[in-house]
């Protein structure tokens, strides 16, 4: 038994070894904080309370009588509606144009991605301008159509909107390139076969293309989803959750909660809300769309 154990000791250390450093770093940096989460949100602690008074699931149920809360985590809703299809629909053409053996595809690419190489913050300042009611692009576009002058930030119907056309034009770049990476996978032989048989390019690209790049989609419509539910940056330069609400997220209403209201419990009980969520969502994405994706 001793000499066993010994063995699949020494066939297994190396392996333990070599993911040892980043266990450490994922048990530290996420597993931990989320668990200090769970547990801060069963005390009320803030400037009324500066000891913690366990209160149990007395958080969980104030959030469900706090209409920010519920506009927030309608915000949320629609804001992931949304950017994920879009910005997904949209990163799928553009591979599809940056695959093609056409000259200059380099310089389409490098176009393509270019919005993720910007900062996050000069890409808030970027948008900023180009809504600023009176000078901006889109602000001037917007009073044409409308025939008066329209502050597409300032506005509660337009506020979303104005920050999910910034979203999917941050996003669509980055996801081209799993997109690209995938679609390069897929052997040319089933193009020429397909193109032999008479078939056309938009029948390829749906019967070849789409089901073959399933499993990046699946990759990349939970990166699109996590990332729905974290934006606070552009929210912060952009509109601080205004105009009454009309734009706050998730995320930046708990960075509200806790470090503008010091109300560590409440904003423990909202991060333990978010990440079961997303958990619930990555979860029905990863064993419920599975079945239908091809890997080979």
Not at 130 to 149: E, M, N, S
Not at 182 to 202: C, F, N, R, S
Request: aromatic content about 16%.
């Amino acid at each position: 038994m001793g000499a066993g154990w010994t063995g699949k000791l020494k066939r297994n250390g190396f392996g333990w070894g070599l993911i040892l450093p980043s266990l450490l770093f994922l048990c530290l940096f996420t597993y931990y904080p989320m668990l200090k989460a769970a547990w801060l949100s069963l005390y009320e602690q803030n400037l009324a309370t500066p000891e913690p008074v366990f209160v149990g699931l007395g958080n969980y149920a104030n959030l469900l009588k706090d209409p920010v809360f519920l506009k927030v985590f309608g915000n949320n809703i629609w804001f992931a509606v949304g950017t994920v299809p879009a910005s997904l629909g949209l990163a799928f053409l553009m591979a599809l144009f940056a695959d093609k053996a056409i000259k200059g595809r380099a310089i389409a690419r490098l176009a393509f991605f270019y919005p993720n190489m910007i900062p996050m913050i000069a890409v808030a300042n970027i948008w900023l301008f180009l809504y600023t009611p009176h000078f901006g692009l889109f602000a001037r576009l917007a009073a044409w159509i409308a025939d008066q002058p329209v502050n597409l930030l300032g506005t509660p119907d337009t506020v979303m909107g104005a920050l999910i056309v910034m979203m999917i034009w941050k996003e669509a770049g980055y996801f081209m390139i799993f997109y690209l990476a995938g679609m390069q996978q897929i052997p040319k032989d089933l193009y020429e076969a397909a193109a032999v048989h008479g078939v056309g390019t938009w029948a390829s690209i749906r019967r070849i293309t789409i089901p073959l790049t399933m499993p990046t989609t699946l990759f990349v419509a939970v990166i699109a989803v996590t990332n729905s539910f974290k934006l606070v940056d552009h929210l912060w330069i952009m509109t601080k959750g205004g105009p009454n609400h009309a734009s706050n997220l998730l995320l930046y209403y708990i960075y509200e909660t806790s470090f503008n209201f010091y109300d560590q419990g409440m904003a423990a009980a909202m991060t333990v809300v978010m990440i079961a969520l997303l958990l619930l969502i990555s979860s029905l994405q990863f064993f419920g769309w599975d079945r239908k994706i091809h890997y080979e």
